[in-house]
């Protein structure tokens, strides 16, 4: 399958209801995406290993939690992003629009946290490079991703035992869970669900 012509138009007219009865702790995170080369790309980073990261060495959207010195979600999305992939987006020129919050797991566990995703139109030339809680970051391309050609199955293993989940691949990176979920989410939104 391949995607829509119109995808930012989709994107950018897209309303997403807000979080029903948000709980006490949300997060935010953004959804970049670039054009090069006729393809469309969605910008994703490995996690660090940290003991307490309940998302330790997973590939995540760049973002995290709320903080109290946000004037918004939004602004937590845009300082996040800063911090962990060195971008700074402009949300005048490139905010596409807001995903419907997304309920939080860890370790197979609901988190009393949702998550709201930002999607963006990356317009800058600047290159993602890691922060302080990112091993790496890399550009999935999004076609793939809609055509299934990068899907996979991926085993999840924690105290109540092995399950397999589906997840899509690239390069060596599996992308499975939360993540996969607001993919999947902003690729419906813009008209090119699966």
């Known amino acids: 399958m391949s995607l829509p012509a119109d995808l ?12 029903e009865d948000p709980p006490a702790r949300r997060a935010a995170v953004a959804a970049i995406l670039r054009e090069q ?6 910008l994703l980073m490995l996690r660090r290993e940290h003991p307490l990261d309940p998302w330790s060495g997973h590939v995540s959207l760049p973002g995290g939690r709320h903080d109290p010195c946000d004037a918004d979600l939004l ?5 996040e992003t800063h ?6 987006l402009d949300p005048e020129r490139e905010l596409l629009c807001r ?13 009393p946290m949702d998550v709201t995703p930002f999607v963006f139109r990356w317009t800058g030339s600047d290159i993602p490079q890691p922060g302080i809680e990112a091993a790496e970051v890399f550009w999935l391309p999004l076609g793939a991703v809609a055509s299934g050609a990068l899907d996979t199955d991926y085993l999840y293993e924690d ?11 690239y ?3 599996v992308v499975w869970g939360l993540t996969l979920h607001m993919i999947r989410m902003l690729l419906t939104a813009g008209g090119a669900p699966r």
Do not use: M
Not at 8 to 19: G, K, Y
Not at 75 to 79: D, F, G, P, Q, S
Not at 102 to 111: E, M, S, T
């Open 8 to 19: 930012f138009d989709r994107l950018a007219a897209h309303e997403a209801p807000p979080s």
């Open 37 to 42: 080369h006729d393809t469309l790309d969605l």
């Open 75 to 79: 602004a937590t999305a845009l300082r």
């Open 83 to 88: 911090e962990e992939v060195g971008l700074a």
């Open 99 to 111: 995903l419907t919050p997304v309920q939080a797991r860890a370790r197979g566990r609901i988190v």
């Open 159 to 169: 105290d109540r035992g092995p399950r397999t989940l589906p997840g899509v691949e």
């Open 171 to 173: 390069e060596g990176r």
